[in-house]
């Protein structure tokens, strides 16, 4: 190892240990029992908010092997899988994400069973647009009728991705790629390449047209893993890779000075949001790894995590997340949604700071690649003449 990569690999040590001292300090703040009552902290009900916090605990116990934590979340589902029991829209279907890994954990066929029950739903009756895409539906009294948001990618097609990888079904492999391909079609702009938020079909509008940037960061965080789950099970068509790869390029030409996006890709005067931030971010780490996009993406993913690190505070709250965003009426409405902690910020923190564990290992990887290759590149022009 030259002197260079020694100095890179204590560097790499150190920031591991600094990533992981916050990481803990976010997953105590997310059990906080203060937190109760409050609709984006508290962590014991069933819907989206608390199922984004509990997947990226999932992330992080798993990679860490922190037994704490996945004991935490077994305890989690024992006592909120009540509540999962009213009527069953995409957004509160995002906790079953957990359902085929603590399947694998424990053994118990409870997480099998009900996981392959609410696939069926998803399958057999979830509300569907005219083009075939899952009506994006939600747990509060209001309905969206035809209209496809981004975030079912997130919320309910992962789910689909990872209960196929468990029980090597291919149905439910090609319905998530179905689902996804057809997401990626409905909500990608032409012209930039970027998401829009939402579709009305009815309408056969994008409705405010607004490129949010959390939109974007679901579905850029997830097909790597839908992809990754289902690619050995189904036909994954070069359409659906070929426009991941136009959203990454668009996402990375979107990115601020400063390392985070702009709560609306493309009014660089909007607030600059950390949710959607550390979701692209850790969407660009898993895409690298997993080969769907190229190493360069590995340093718009650092500066990104640079200027996230300064946002979490001493306590572990995650700072500068927008609070929860339907399509809104207007571009201009979309900079006007508060920000406040929700389990979704400091969920998608997590998943990036986890992702970035072994960063410095991506990092010197490359790093003693490119010198080989141009050690092979100097050989090769001397045997040339």
């Known amino acids: ?94 906790p079953y994400a957990l359902f085929p890994e603590l399947y694998r954990l424990t053994g118990d066929p409870w997480f099998l069973s009900r996981a392959q029950e609410v696939a069926a739903w998803m399958l057999d009756t979830a509300p569907r647009t005219r083009e075939g895409a899952l009506e994006h539906t939600v747990t509060e009294a ?33 319905a998530a790629v179905q689902q996804t391909l057809l997401h990626l079609r409905l909500l990608q702009d032409r012209g930039t390449g970027l998401l829009f938020h939402g579709w009305n079909s009815r309408a056969g509008s994008h409705m405010s047209a607004a490129r949010w940037a959390r939109a974007n960061a679901w579905v850029l965080l997830a097909v790597p893993e839908i992809v990754a789950g289902t690619g050995t099970l189904t036909a994954v068509p070069q359409e659906l890779y070929s426009r991941y790869r136009r959203l990454a390029s668009a996402l990375r030409q979107a990115q601020g000075a400063g390392g985070l996006w702009h709560t609306v890709l493309d009014q660089p005067d909007y607030y600059e949001e950390t949710s959607a931030s550390a979701g692209i971010a850790c969407g660009f780490l898993k895409a690298v790894k997993s080969g769907l996009l190229e190493d360069a993406y590995l340093e718009s993913a650092e500066a990104a995590l640079m200027a996230i690190l300064p946002l979490i505070s001493e306590d572990g709250e995650v700072q500068g997340v927008s609070g929860g965003t339907p399509v809104m009426p207007s571009i201009t409405a979309y900079n006007t949604i508060e920000r406040y902690p929700a389990l979704y910020g400091q969920g998608l923190v997590m998943q990036l700071l986890t992702e970035a564990l072994n960063l410095g290992q991506m990092h010197q990887e490359h790093s003693e690649q490119s010198e080989e290759t141009g050690s092979l590149d100097d050989e090769g022009r001397k045997a040339g003449g």
């Open 1 to 94: 190892m030259s002197a260079k990569q020694e100095s890179e690999a204590k560097r790499a040590a150190g920031r591991k240990r600094e990533l992981e001292a916050k990481l803990r300090k976010i997953f105590e703040y997310m059990r906080l029992e203060r937190h109760q009552g409050n609709w984006g902290m508290d962590i014991d009900h069933w819907d989206w908010v608390p199922g984004v916090g509990v997947i990226s605990l999932l992330e992080y116990g798993t990679a860490t092997d922190k037994e704490e934590v996945t004991d935490y979340l077994l305890h989690w589902v024992s006592r909120n899988k009540q509540k999962a029991e009213g009527v069953r829209v995409i957004n509160s279907l995002a």
């Open 142 to 174: 209001v309905e969206f009728p035809e209209q496809v948001w981004a975030d079912t990618v997130y919320m309910a097609v992962l789910f689909l991705a990872r209960l196929a990888g468990l029980t090597g079904d291919r149905e439910l492999a090609a």
